[in-house]
T-cell receptor, first 113, second 114 residues
Framework: SQKIEQNSEALNIQEGKTATLTCNYT??????LQWYRQDPGRGPVFLLL?????KEKRKERLKVTFDTTLKQSLFHITASQPADSATYLC????????????FGKGTKLSVKP | NAGVTQTPKFRVLKTGQSMTLLCAQD?????MYWYRQDPGMGLRLIHY???????AKGEVPDGYNVSRLKKQNFLLGLESAAPSQTSVYFC?????????????FGPGTRLTVL
């Protein structure tokens, strides 16, 4: 069966450093990959979408890569701040109008001042 | 714009009771979704709708029913609640297919079944 793994349940880093979160998948060929941020007690908020034919996508301090050979996506936050502390979810989907997102369990990021 | 709203925010049920969770969106989105989120399990899709009057099963549909009588509303029903349905429920909507469109999530409903 298809499986998505976010390889760290928790990641602690120092303010100003780059946070790198990993999303691996098996038995799956997604056409799209999305990243969401979730704060405690709140619903997820969309951050970035990347397509299978795109290697990299950037948005301000965020960068996502998508390697279909390695079956992996990396999510980077540069110059991290305490306000970046949250749980980050990756989600995959196949193409087509009926394709739905399959979510990973998330990585909880803590940025210490 | 209120975005996606959910009512109620919290609810406690006894086993066997029924209830309906209401989701409303004011963004004129075609697609709507119901997810549940459990510790260590991530978000799982219960049911979804690709337009008014349509519904379809997701990954974990058993024990739930849904209706989309109006484009802006998506209702999730539990006919006979079980403790295994204790969870946080999130509604989401998207302009087009959720695979390649941003999904907007509501604040969630925390349901406890005793």
């Amino acid at each position: 069966s298809q499986k998505i793994e976010q390889n760290s349940e928790a990641l602690n880093i120092q303010e100003g450093k780059t946070a790198t979160l990993t999303c691996n998948y098996t038995n799956y060929s997604p056409a799209y990959l999305q990243w969401y941020r979730q704060d405690p007690g709140r619903g997820p908020v969309f951050l970035l979408l990347i397509r299978e034919n795109e290697k990299e996508k950037r948005k301000e301090r965020l960068k996502v890569t998508f390697d279909t050979t390695l079956k992996q996506s990396l999510f980077h936050i540069t110059a991290s701040q305490p306000a970046d502390s949250a749980t980050y979810l990756c989600a995959l989907a196949k193409g087509g109008s009926q394709g739905n997102l399959i979510f990973g369990k998330g990585t909880k990021l803590s940025v210490k001042p | 714009n209120a975005g996606v709203t959910q009512t109620p925010k919290f609810r406690v049920l006894k086993t066997g009771q029924s209830m309906t969770l209401l989701c409303a969106q004011d963004m004129n989105h075609e697609y709507m979704y119901w997810y549940r989120q459990d510790p260590g399990m991530g978000l799982r899709l219960i049911h979804y709708s690709v337009g008014e009057g349509t519904t379809a099963k997701g990954e974990v549909p058993d024990g739930y029913n849904v209706s989309r009588l109006k484009k802006q509303n998506f209702l999730l029903g539990l006919e006979s609640a079980a403790p295994s349905q204790t969870s946080v429920y999130f509604c989401a909507s998207s302009l087009g297919a959720g695979a390649y469109n941003e999904q907007f999530f509501g604040p969630g409903t925390r349901l406890t079944v005793l």
